[in-house]
């Protein structure tokens, strides 16, 4: 059992940046591959960014590559999603997410999932 508890979310004008945080605690952090993902209203669960047990390995969303940056800290039981340059079309609840073995796009198939953080891009 893995538990997960998104932080860092709030309102920002368009362009700006926040740090959202998953703090992990429960089974060993270092064994799960790990994703981000948003939902906006009315809108389907989708993919941001995903990231290997190790670090290595990191996969983003087109919508998102180049603005936004996911990490980990498995000493600190952390996972980190760097957004910049924000845009009013960012705005949703974003969500971490854990799986054992490899990180996915597909939310389905993830065993793990925070309760949420609300980000606002204002235009």
């Known amino acids: 059992q893995v538990q997960l508890v998104e932080s860092g979310g709030g309102l920002v004008q368009t362009g700006g940046s926040l740090s959202l945080s998953c703090a992990a605690s429960g089974r060993a952090f270092s064994r799960y591959a790990m994703g981000w993902f948003r939902q906006a209203p009315g809108k389907e669960r989708e993919f941001v960014a995903g990231?290997?047990?190790?670090?290595?390995?990191?996969q983003y969303a087109d919508s998102v590559k180049g603005r936004f940056t996911i990490s980990r800290d498995n000493a600190k039981n952390t996972l980190y999603l760097q957004m910049n340059t924000l845009k009013p079309e960012d705005t949703a609840a974003y969500y971490c997410a854990a799986r054992p073995g490899v990180w996915s796009t597909s939310a389905g198939v993830y065993e793990y999932w925070g309760q949420g953080t609300q980000v606002t891009v204002s235009s």
């Open positions: 990231i290997s047990w190790s670090g290595i390995s990191t």
